[in-house]
């Protein structure tokens, strides 16, 4: 994604957002006093929760991006192995990157990061990446394809939203694929679910030892769900796989931890509801704008960030569903 800029002599310089906002960044921080004081601020404080034995997870806040939380909205979690230790999705920047690594280090001190996966591609899940070797980050093909084609643009959005917190951050594309129902890494079994409708490529693991199954972003609680990239029908069939799929803990891509299934039927009713008040909006022949203004149910009160969640979310779907509902109008000269 690039963004046209022009120099003091009118000069097209083709620069993208990211190295506008890196050339930004230099020139505003040039005493050493602006340089401290950033990289004091800017500093994520992540905790790590113990949710089953030698299985941790780092919750992310139930909001839209900002400059308050820069981008930590996401769930990561990581596990200790007899060999070393597993990671799940690696947060919005190589900030947090660095910060969850080192918060590993600290609750399993002596153990290394011997792999590392990417539950699909969007922002908050990838773009801690390059502070791990690329040859122990694995997921599915398809993520790793949306990764490479999709994650500069990604990034650059990123930028966009939470700035410098973004500082230095580059795409790493993962060097392993999985292509497996199972595997031992390090000494613990692991199970593979390639699915989809979040995106058109979403990851689910599954540690066979304790049956805490890391569901990305196919699950939310607490936090109305994102559809930049939905397909609705596709996410709740993997929604009926989950729910079918032994556990003893559900990790949500967003949202606390799930031991009873709740972010499956809160994830599934927001999706039915999206549904049927999007098609009924266009069989009503409401405009994207006025389907924009239509109320949030209140059973959806609580979760954090609904209004503009469905706002976006009209903005995501509301064309594809105009040309599924609507009939093809035939124009003859």
């Known amino acids: ?18 190295d506008l906002l890196k050339t930004a ?22 905790k790590a929760e113990e949710i089953a034995p030698r299985t941790w997870g780092v919750f992310g806040a139930r909001e839209y991006f900002s400059m308050e939380n820069g981008g930590d909205i996401a769930n990561v979690a990581f596990v200790e192995v007899p060999d070393g230790v597993v990671v799940i999705d690696t947060g919005p920047s190589f900030r947090f990157g660095e910060a969850l690594k080192a918060l590993i280090a600290d609750t399993v001190p002596g153990k290394r990061v ?12 990838f773009l801690g990446n390059q502070v791990f070797d690329p040859a122990i980050i694995a997921a599915p093909q398809g993520v790793v394809d949306n990764i490479r084609a999709l994650g500069d ?23 392993r694929v999985v ?11 692991f199970g593979y679910m ?13 540690d066979a030892e304790t049956g805490v199954l890391f569901a990305g972003d196919l699950a939310f609680l607490d936090r109305a769900p994102t559809t930049p990239n939905a397909d609705l029908p596709a996410w709740r069939a993997s929604i009926a796989t989950l729910r079918h799929t032994d556990r003893a803990l559900l990790v949500p891509g967003h949202g606390p931890q799930d031991a009873k299934g709740a972010s499956l039927d809160q994830t599934l009713d927001w999706l039915d509801w999206l549904d ?5 909006a266009v069989a009503r022949g409401l405009t994207m704008n ?15 960030v609904a209004d503009g969640e469905y706002r976006r979310s009209v903005v995501h779907l509301y064309q594809t569903i105009e040309d599924e509902v609507l009939p093809a109008v035939e124009v003859t000269r």
Not at 1 to 18: I, Q, V
Not at 114 to 125: A, S
Not at 181 to 189: H, I, N, P, T, Y
Not at 276 to 280: E, M, Q, S, V
Request: some cysteine; hydrophobic content about 40%.
């Open 114 to 125: 011997i792999r590392v996966f990417n539950t699909h591609h969007h922002p908050d899940h």
């Open 25 to 46: 960044v230099l020139a505003s921080c040039v005493c050493a006093f602006c340089s401290r004081a950033s990289a004091q601020a800017l500093k994520y404080n992540l």
């Open 1 to 18: 994604m690039a963004y046209r800029a022009e120099d003091a002599g009118g000069r097209a310089s083709g620069l993208s957002r990211r």
């Open 179 to 189: 292509a497996t129902s199972r595997e031992d890494v390090g000494g613990r079994g």
């Open 290 to 304: 006025e389907a924009m203004d239509l109320p949030v149910p209140s059973r959806f009160a609580a979760l954090g």
């Open 153 to 175: 643009a990604m990034a650059d959005n990123m930028y966009r939203l939470v700035g410098d917190w973004m500082r230095g951050t580059a795409i790493t594309v993962p060097g």
């Open 194 to 206: 390639p699915l989809s409708g979040h995106t058109s490529a979403d990851f689910v693991i599954r």
């Open 276 to 280: 049927g008040t999007l098609r009924d």
